[in-house]
């Protein structure tokens, strides 16, 4: 348990919300970590949508709440869980623990909503707004854990909808040559739908293109 609160860094006045949190229902103990999963998912969206806000000031809505999405999922936070090694302190029935359940993508997506949950009930809404900032601080590259081609999906979106094919937009370049900052626009229809930020104008294509489909499929 010290080595996660290290991992965490935060350091629990009561242990026992942590443990909760890491107790899985298949135990069929009394209380488990569901009622945490609850509580640190409305925390989680709330301090990303704070965080987006802030960053983001000349967004729209739509693009601001496709960006949350990419965040608040479960490939982001199973792969927040791997890094901080959550996985090894699940509490588990037998059952689960044999079907590798400590490396269930749902398992440990739902164990990093609880321990939010448990820093917030532990430390306040200041302490989960420091984890959630310090875990959420490169966004970018967590929003792009999809793993796909966010291009192709777009231009099959658009080409189905008879909407033509999408256009990417420089429309800032910024930092010195070994580290430069691309912002691609994406437009469909000759419209703009949102923008993607990366180290290379590949990388803010796709970001671009994946929130331009949220937001095309929001809108029905």
Do not use: W
């Amino acid at each position: 348990m010290r080595s996660l609160q290290d991992a965490l860094d935060y350091r629990f006045k009561d242990e026992s919300l942590l443990q909760l949190a890491l107790t899985h229902p298949s135990t069929k103990e009394e209380t488990d970590n569901q009622r945490l999963e609850f509580l640190g998912d409305a925390v989680l969206e709330f301090v990303i949508s704070d965080m987006l806000f802030r960053k983001y000031r000349d967004r729209q809505e739509g693009e601001l709440t496709a960006r949350r999405a990419s965040l608040v999922c479960e490939e982001t936070l199973c792969h927040l869980a791997r890094e901080l090694h959550v996985g090894r302190y699940l509490r588990m029935g037998h059952g689960e623990e044999s079907t590798a359940g400590r490396e269930k993508a749902s398992i440990l997506a739902d164990a990093m909503e609880a321990v939010i949950a448990a820093v917030y009930l532990d430390g306040g809404a200041p302490a989960a707004c420091r984890l959630i900032e310090r875990l959420f601080q490169d966004e970018e590259k967590l929003s792009a854990l999809r793993g796909r081609d966010d291009k192709g999906m777009l231009q099959e979106f658009t080409q189905a909808h008879e909407l033509g094919l999408p256009e990417y937009v420089v429309v800032e370049e910024s930092g010195p040559a070994h580290d430069r900052r691309f912002v691609i626009e994406a437009r469909v229809a000759g419209d703009a739908v949102a923008h993607g930020e990366g180290a290379s104008k590949k990388a803010a294509e796709q970001a671009a293109a994946r929130l331009s489909l949220d937001i095309l499929k929001a809108k029905g």
